[in-house]
């Protein structure tokens, strides 16, 4: 979140949020199928309620209306149950990264729409962002997920910022994987301190939405000297 643009196509899949290995196979019946989708949103109502060390699992069973020991059945642990409820939400805070900017696009346009894109997803999942930090710091094989996560989608910023500076809209004395892993952590070192710590406020009050996407947005052109943007 290698001094040189990597080489990966656009096609390039993100790795998951969290371990697959420690999931089961999903149950084979429409009765357990409900039950274990029950689990996990109300998993990830405790998780974000109460936070992940301090989540018990009678917590997430009360919360899911079933028996204590049907937990068992689908999760063997507090850590299995945490990955079902990160990979369900993955999709929904995808990342899109810049991706490929076609000659005939506008890069600012593009740029700002990957922005909105991405801090309309963390304002939208911003209860589960905290947890995510709050897991990281405990839990090595989720953090490591986490940073492969983020790279994924450094990288893919960086290949369009090599694409920009190929066309002379970026700045091309910059290093492409330097700059993006700069820009885009200042983008989600904002949309932390905005949507879950709370301290970037707009007079006392929330921050302004289309302020901070317009804010960032500037920032990314101006440090690629983006024409109109220096």
């Not at 009360?62 to 990979?87: M, P």
């Not at 600012?108 to 909105?116: G, I, K, P």
């Not at 911003?126 to 996560?149: G, I, S, T, Y």
């Amino acid at each position: 979140m290698d001094s040189t643009a990597p080489e990966e196509s656009d096609s390039e899949t993100a790795p998951p949020m969290a371990p697959l290995s420690q999931l089961r196979e999903p149950p084979a019946t429409k009765r357990g199928a409900r039950t274990r989708a029950a689990l996990v949103t109300a998993a990830r109502r405790v998780f974000e309620r109460d936070g992940y060390l301090d989540a018990r699992l009678t917590d997430i069973t009360k919360e899911a209306r079933c028996a204590a020991g049907s937990f068992y059945t689908y999760f063997a642990n507090k850590e299995e149950v945490l990955a079902a409820v990160l990979l369900e939400a993955q999709e929904d805070m995808l990342h899109p990264g810049m991706g490929r900017v076609q000659a005939t696009d506008d890069a600012y346009a593009v740029l700002e729409a990957s922005n909105r894109a991405y801090l309309e997803a963390y304002r939208r999942n911003a209860k589960l962002m905290a947890l995510l930090e709050q897991v990281a710091q405990v839990e090595p094989e989720f953090r490591e997920f986490r940073r492969r996560r983020a790279d994924a989608f450094i990288r893919r910023n960086a290949r369009g910022i090599a694409e920009l500076q190929a066309r002379g809209v970026a700045d091309r004395e910059v290093d492409p994987m330097t700059a993006s892993r700069a820009l885009s952590g200042m983008v989600s070192v904002m949309a932390y301190h905005a949507f879950v710590a709370g301290d970037v406020r707009d007079e006392g009050g929330p921050v302004d939405f289309e302020a901070l996407v317009s804010t960032v947005t500037r920032l990314w052109a101006n440090a690629l000297r983006f024409p109109g943007h220096r």
